[in-house]
């Protein structure tokens, strides 16, 4: 197994095709990234996706060379669905080595008792064996319940973060195994510690009320002046309940939520994987407050945790400027 940080091609040496098998979009976006760098060449990535129809463009991608611009780096990603017609299709397409075009083929169905889930259509297909052969194949099981605590222990580390005896497990067993959601988790730990290097077991309490509210819904909702004060009072009472911890699941979701609508403002849309009906209200919501509003709320997010993290605030205090500053930019 390849760490991903330790992609096996060199810049005279990579993969005429790479298969990355890895359930966790985070770790495999990671490990792409540091294929492409270490070729020390600029790279075009086109990503297209398999659980929607593969269009005519894909094939194009994956024939034609950009003869006047950047090599190509064609990313599939959720391949793993596809049926056995499309893997047929591939084989002419994979013999022979084109130096302007790289693809990889992501499977990021779930592992099974520590073991990744291969179409047997794509195990018998000759480019497969020729991956197998020649090493073009990446496999990573993404977080599990047992790689985390090492996980977790390699990011206190490099900040000199220390846990007391029986923590770190304790700590461990709720976290999620996505690596984008545990980054969010731990920065929430970071911002909660300041300038402290011990985590404590009453330091876990932050993490024992998971907030229950769907950021769209309130987003929504702080757009219609009948339904805004009802929200700002879900606000109220949730932080009563949950104490002063509410503010960094709340700026968690809304980084989440305004990252998925910069997406759908900038025209990325099938980077977004939401059901139709949902994704299409989003980007209306994104369209209509345009990438000025978004980058607002970015900088809301910023000067929160900035604000908490610094002692200017408290965590109450920020969430509520937080809240208002929202509602003055969306009104």
Not at 300 to 327: C, H, N, W, Y
């Amino acid at each position: 197994m390849i760490h991903p940080s330790s992609p096996s091609s060199s810049q005279n040496q990579r993969p005429g095709f790479s298969f990355c098998v890895c359930p966790d979009p985070e770790r495999l976006r990671e490990h792409i990234r540091l294929c492409l760098e270490h070729t020390k060449t600029d790279w075009e990535n086109k990503v297209f996706w398999g659980d929607e129809d593969i269009s005519p463009a894909f094939w194009q991608a994956l024939s034609v060379p950009n003869l006047m611009g950047p090599p190509r780096a064609l990313i599939l990603r959720r391949a793993h669905g596809l049926k056995v017609d499309f893997w047929k299709s591939l084989t002419p397409h994979l013999k022979g080595f084109k130096q302007s075009i790289w693809p990889f083929f992501c499977l990021e169905g779930a592992w099974s008792k520590n073991k990744p889930a291969i179409p047997k259509t794509i195990q018998s297909r000759p480019y497969w064996k020729v991956a197998t052969r020649k090493k073009w194949i990446w496999q990573d099981p993404g977080l599990t319940r047992s790689n985390l605590p090492e996980t977790v222990r390699r990011w206190a580390g490099s900040r000199q973060i220390q846990f007391e005896p029986g923590v770190l497990q304790a700590f461990c067993h709720n976290l999620p195994l996505e690596t984008f959601a545990l980054h969010n988790e731990l920065e929430k730990l970071s911002l909660h510690l300041g300038t402290r290097k011990t985590v404590t077991l009453s330091d876990l309490t932050l993490f024992e009320h998971p907030m229950d509210m769907d950021m769209f819904t309130f987003l929504r909702s702080i757009q219609d002046k009948r339904q805004c004060l009802q929200s700002w009072k879900k606000i109220l009472v949730d932080q009563g309940s949950t104490g002063s911890d509410m503010l960094f699941p709340f700026l968690g979701l809304l980084t989440w939520e305004t990252r998925t609508m910069w997406q759908l403002a900038a025209g990325e849309d099938k980077a977004v994987r939401l059901p139709p009906s949902i994704k299409s209200m989003k980007k209306n919501m994104a369209t209509r407050l345009g990438l000025i509003k978004l980058s607002r709320i970015f900088d809301l997010i910023a000067d929160a945790e900035t604000s908490v993290k610094s002692g200017r605030q408290t965590p109450d205090q920020a969430l509520a400027f937080t809240v208002q500053e929202l509602m003055r930019t969306f009104s």
